[in-house]
């Protein structure tokens, strides 16, 4: 069983790791498939200067699919063991789901701004 957390606005991957709106996490059985969804509020301001990341690792979460997120953000989240996959994009349930298939990379870029233009998501795969 994992725990995957993804920075969320409406119910589209949130571009901004310490801005966004709520984190969804996603909790998986021994198979992989999600077997519960929740909702997590996002504290205000920074995401590397919140406790955000700890909190986060008291609920379980040991991955975070993101789009794009700072140096600080990307520390503290490693400091606290939460692997950080980066360049996430569109729907956050195909985003859960494709990285449990294997089909999602972290793209090793830092917080710079990109358009992410068309339907679906956009991650290195």
């Known amino acids: 069983m994992i725990k995957l957390a993804v920075p969320t606005r409406g119910n589209i991957v949130d571009d901004h790791f310490g801005h966004c709106e709520m984190y969804t996490i996603f909790t998986t059985d021994e198979n992989n498939k ?9 504290p205000q301001g920074c995401g590397c200067k919140s406790n955000i990341a700890y909190d986060l690792k008291e609920i379980g979460v040991s991955v975070m699919l993101a789009g ?3 140096g600080g953000a990307l520390n503290v989240l490693n400091n606290q063991g939460i692997k950080v996959v980066r360049g996430c994009s569109g729907d956050v349930t195909k985003v ?5 298939k294997g089909q999602i990379s972290d793209s090793g870029e830092g917080c710079h701004h990109r358009d ?10």
Not at 96 to 100: F, I, K, N, P
């Open 96 to 100: 859960a789901e494709d990285y449990l």
């Open 34 to 42: 999600i077997i519960k969804t929740e909702i997590l509020p996002s």
């Open 68 to 70: 794009n997120m700072g």
């Open 116 to 125: 992410h233009a068309g339907e679906g998501h956009v991650c290195n795969h």
